[in-house]
């Protein structure tokens, strides 16, 4: 597979690897996750959306199981794959994120015995469940909160690089937010790494609804 933003155009020379011809591919599945040749993550998230609703639509047959059991079978089961990687993919088009919110709102109403007329965010506010872009950014922010601390793995720690304090103190714990002129780098997780952490307190505001200072201990805790 051959990794451009750009469209191949004209015939592809071969490529051996001793006296054999390697097929050349637009995507392949890496530890789970389906990479495409452009990295527009269309192929994993169309994988994704469809597995997501299959396992919803399973949960109709056990309706006679209590709610309680059937949140636990969903948030250990079920979620878990869905958020599988969502650090490395969770950085593509908002459109992903807006059609798994709908199938986690509409497994909600699975559960709960809501009305199928009923919105996806009443249901969530209904049910007490958190958006699925909100454990996104918490996997973000704790992400961030321990390269901050220097305790990820080299390769990891690499990708940010934090402010000069000789040149600005106030700011000598954030991160450098770097330019990109193409979409594919704004929305890669070095710059959406970065641009998390300028605003800590902020981007999770729903499930904790408290303070700046709260939010950085919320994250430690949950270390």
Same mark, same amino acid.
């Given at each position: 597979? =051959?990794?451009?933003? +750009? $469209?191949?155009?004209?015939?592809?020379?071969? =490529?051996?690897?001793?006296?054999?011809?390697?097929?050349?591919?637009?995507?392949?599945?890496?530890?789970?996750?389906? =990479?495409?040749?452009?990295? &527009? %993550?269309?192929?994993?998230?169309?994988?994704?959306?469809?597995?997501?609703?299959?396992?919803?639509?399973?949960?109709? +047959?056990?309706k006679y199981l209590?709610?309680?059991?059937?949140?636990?079978i969903y948030f250990? &089961?079920?979620? #878990?794959?869905?958020?599988?990687?969502?650090?490395?993919?969770?950085? &593509?088009? #908002?459109?992903?994120?807006?059609?798994?919110?709908?199938?986690? $709102?509409?497994?909600?109403?699975?559960?709960? +015995?809501?009305?199928?007329?009923?919105?996806?965010?009443?249901?969530?506010?209904?049910?007490?469940?958190? #958006?699925?872009?909100?454990?996104?950014?918490?996997?973000? /922010?704790?992400?961030?909160?321990?390269?901050?601390?220097? =305790?990820?793995?080299?390769?990891?720690?690499? /990708?940010?690089?934090?402010?000069? #304090?000789?040149?600005?103190?106030?700011?000598?714990?954030?991160?450098?937010?770097? +330019?990109?002129?193409?979409?594919?780098?704004?929305?890669?997780?070095?710059?959406?790494?970065?641009?998390?952490?300028?605003?800590?307190?902020?981007?999770?505001?729903?499930? %904790?609804?408290?303070g700046r200072g709260?939010?950085?201990?919320?994250? &430690?805790?949950?270390?």
């Amino acid at each position: 597979m =051959i990794i451009s933003h +750009r $469209a191949f155009c004209g015939p592809l020379k071969p =490529i051996t690897l001793g006296d054999k011809i390697l097929n050349v591919v637009s995507e392949a599945r890496c530890l789970g996750v389906i =990479i495409d040749s452009q990295l &527009s %993550w269309n192929s994993h998230s169309e994988h994704l959306c469809k597995s997501f609703g299959k396992k919803v639509g399973q949960l109709k +047959r056990f309706k006679y199981l209590p709610i309680s059991t059937l949140e636990t079978i969903y948030f250990s &089961s079920i979620v #878990p794959t869905i958020t599988y990687c969502s650090l490395v993919w969770g950085t &593509s088009t #908002p459109s992903l994120m807006y059609e798994l919110e709908h199938i986690h $709102a509409r497994a909600a109403k699975t559960i709960h +015995r809501l009305p199928r007329d009923i919105s996806d965010q009443d249901a969530l506010e209904t049910t007490g469940w958190e #958006p699925l872009s909100n454990q996104y950014k918490k996997k973000l /922010l704790t992400l961030m909160y321990k390269v901050n601390s220097n =305790i990820t793995p080299d390769k990891i720690t690499n /990708l940010f690089s934090l402010a000069n #304090p000789y040149y600005n103190l106030r700011n000598s714990n954030h991160f450098v937010l770097p +330019r990109f002129n193409l979409a594919i780098g704004r929305n890669s997780l070095t710059y959406r790494g970065r641009g998390s952490s300028f605003s800590i307190g902020s981007v999770i505001t729903l499930p %904790w609804g408290e303070g700046r200072g709260t939010c950085k201990g919320k994250i &430690s805790a949950s270390i």
